[in-house]
């Protein structure tokens, strides 16, 4: 039964049953958060991909609304509706998505058929876009033709702008703008690559995407088949001029997308956490695949890009469960304090400590544990070393750079059932799996080697559910198969 899994996220918004990979559509309708992704109804695999939909008025608590694209059996999107925007057209809510069918990628447009966003009308103009108009366009896999798909789109002067992934021969992944003086979204004019990269450091293939307005730069983030890579510059003319360029995280988390809440003047983007378990133990979970929480993203006053969970998610906090500022000299030392699902915070500094750190998910016998170590070398490593003893999920460890050593370091962890979030100084994040055997692999503990380290302000919230509507009953039998 899923309601029995202890590998099943209760916050981070997951599949009702079956499979899940990108966030799709994102868009504040009505006051109401519509998150759409990518959804296998068949089975926890990647398959005949449809859009699934989950609805939040207050980013706290969802609930799963019905599928709301479906391939159509002799259409451009007849293998699947893949990653696509929604867009607020003079009042309107329209979808630009991709059609798979056969070798070949296709634009494809939907209107919203209700104001509950839970119809979608395909166009009879579909795909809108008919060839790709990089020559010759990298052909990367035996299955496509060229890779041509993910759609990004704005407003900007009055024109339409839209981004479409891609990648060309011999040069690496790029991204593709085509504009539009028509609200009707069937005529784009294509106006050249915004940016292309170099192949060997920014990848061959551009996936998903996504050019966001953060004030006095733009934020270009692309996902390359490895990670997500960020640019930050200045965009004229259709093209982005690059000043800093990074991760937007360091693990598994992948096809970014962002969602414009003008009435808090903020991005929110969400991201797929991949399940990072072989297909077999996917299979016999019955549900794979998880989104991040909704990080607002915008730049520190240094100019630096800035990640920060969004934060309406404290209201998801229960009892405190542990408040202490503990300093700890060569030891290990146990919490008093247990949880599947938790937020835990901590401001630490590696006085003299070699290394310091915290174990969560840590069975009673220390046996299962994982292990986030702060080393002098500034690195933050997610040692999964004894996270599990199922040969079926990845052990290997995750790390990301943090700030130097001589100042704290500014943590906030999201624990919830298989899902591990990172964020550090809010600026570097983090996203992992961990799939402990035991249901009582729940303790957490601190550690200091060879030294001293202090763990300020550290606290803990036990976090709640953020689908109270769904009774555990109707999870478990909705998505038997
Ligand atoms: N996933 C979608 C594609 C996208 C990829 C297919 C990224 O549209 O390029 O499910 O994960």
Not at 99 to 116: H, I, K, S
Not at 218 to 227: D, F, G, I
Not at 431 to 450: H, K
Request: glycine share 8%; aromatic share 10%; proline share 7%.
């Amino acid at each position: 039964r899923l309601a029995d899994d202890h590998h099943r996220p209760r916050y981070h918004v997951s599949p009702p049953g079956n499979w899940l990979n990108d966030p799709n559509g994102l868009i504040e309708w009505n006051g109401t958060y519509h998150v759409f992704y990518q959804y296998n109804p068949a089975g926890p695999h990647h398959g005949t991909i449809h859009w699934g939909h989950a609805v939040s008025d207050d980013l706290v608590s969802w609930e799963d609304r019905p599928i709301a694209l479906t391939p159509s059996p002799n259409g451009p999107d007849r293998d699947g509706c893949w990653s696509g925007c929604a867009v607020d057209v003079d009042g309107t809510p329209q979808i630009l998505y991709t059609g798979g069918r056969d070798d070949v990628q296709l634009p494809c447009l939907a209107t919203a058929a209700d104001d509950e966003l839970t119809g979608w009308e395909k166009s009879p103009e579909n795909p809108v876009i008919r060839s790709v108009p990089v020559e010759p366009p990298l052909r990367s896999s035996e299955h496509w033709r060229a890779e041509f798909r993910d759609h990004n789109v704005w407003q900007e002067d009055g024109v339409w702008h839209q981004l479409i992934g891609s990648g060309i021969e011999d040069g690496g992944g790029t991204a593709l703008l085509y504009t539009s003086e028509d609200d009707d979204f069937t005529d784009w004019s294509y106006e050249g690559p915004i940016l292309s990269g170099e192949p060997e450091e920014d990848g061959m293939i551009w996936e998903c995407p996504e050019l966001l307005d953060l004030d006095e730069k733009r934020l270009l983030h692309v996902s390359n088949y490895e990670a997500v890579r960020y640019y930050l510059g200045e965009y004229a003319d259709g093209s982005l001029e690059v000043d800093r360029t990074g991760l937007l995280d360091h693990g598994a988390f992948y096809a970014p997308q962002s969602l414009r809440d003008d009435d808090n003047d903020r991005w929110l983007t969400w991201g797929w956490i991949k399940p990072d378990r072989s297909p077999e133990a996917q299979w016999d979970a019955g549900w794979s695949g998880s989104l991040s929480v909704p990080r607002r993203i915008d730049l520190d006053e240094a100019g630096r890009l800035r990640q920060r969970p969004a934060a309406e998610l404290t209201a998801l906090r229960g009892d405190r469960a542990y408040a202490g500022s503990p300093t700890l000299e060569d030891e290990h030392r146990e919490l008093p304090f247990t949880g599947h699902s938790f937020e835990l915070r901590a401001e630490i500094r590696l006085e003299d400590a070699a290394e310091c750190g915290l174990a969560v998910r840590r069975s009673p016998d220390g046996k299962e544990e994982t292990l986030l170590r702060y080393t002098r070398e500034s690195d933050l490593v997610v040692d999964r070393a004894a996270s599990t003893t199922d040969p079926r999920a990845s052990t290997d460890p995750v790390s990301m750079p943090v700030t130097p050593v001589d100042g704290p370091l500014s943590l906030r962890l999201f624990v919830d059932g298989s899902v591990l979030e990172v964020f550090a100084n809010e600026r570097h994040c983090l996203s992992t799996r961990i799939f402990p055997t035991r249901e009582d692999t729940d303790g957490v503990s601190l550690y200091a080697t060879d030294g001293l380290a202090a763990f300020e302000d550290l606290e803990c919230w036990t976090m709640g559910s953020a689908w109270p509507s769904v009774d555990d009953t109707n999870i478990a039998n909705a998505h038997d198969f």
